[in-house]
């Protein structure tokens, strides 16, 4: 007889790709870590990969030059590889990410590259005064990544355009309970 607890069914079948996104501070990170434990499933972080790049002066000059749209697409390039590797064992990959309509695109054609389900989950926050108070209370101590204060954030809120290719959409005014209940539907409980 042992004392350890038993560990919550995952899931079995095919490996799953999933893309993660929506504005800071909506809940992507936690919903990526409890997808993570069901399937089971390593999570690549956007902001986890491009912390790492911070040590090199040489890397951060050549990303400092480029136009945003191309800064974020190598963030996104290192994240597909690593779910790449995973796809091709068999195994389950999460995204985490502000992923914009082609990136979801090409996450979907990586899942299907390699016969993996792929399901994008967007996160969102409605209520200005919850989000600014979850952005406000949190520390994600990344390292070599800064953390993101409230008119970042607010000024983000301004010119983000949610993308329409999404299979499940979690508000985080919500109890965390009834968003996770869905997530796990939709990555096929």
Not at 31 to 38: D, I, K, M, S, T
Not at 84 to 112: C, K, M, N, P
Request: charge should be negative; aromatic fraction near 8%; hydrophobic fraction near 45%.
């Amino acid at each position: 007889m042992t004392n350890e607890a038993e560990e919550p069914p995952r899931r079995s079948g095919p490996p799953v790709l999933v893309l993660i996104t929506g504005p800071p501070g909506t809940g992507k990170s936690t919903l990526a870590e409890v997808a993570a434990a069901w399937l089971p499933a390593a999570v690549f972080g956007h902001d986890w990969a491009m912390g790492a790049l911070t040590p090199f002066n040489e890397i951060q000059d050549a990303l400092q030059a480029l136009d945003h749209p191309t800064y974020r697409h190598v963030g996104w390039s290192l994240l597909w590889q690593f779910a790449r590797a995973q796809l091709r064992a068999g195994r389950s990959a999460i995204l985490d990410g502000v992923a914009r309509e082609d990136d979801i695109a090409e996450t979907r054609a990586l899942a299907a590259e390699y016969g993996a389900k792929c399901v994008v989950v967007l996160t969102s926050c409605e209520d200005v005064t919850l989000h600014r108070s979850r952005v406000e209370g949190r520390q994600r101590a990344i390292p070599g990544w800064y953390e993101l204060d409230w008119d970042h954030v607010a000024s983000f809120r301004q010119r983000w355009v949610a993308p329409s290719d999404i299979d499940l959409h979690l508000e985080a005014s919500v109890e965390l309970e009834h968003n996770v209940e869905h997530l796990l539907i939709a990555l096929g409980r």
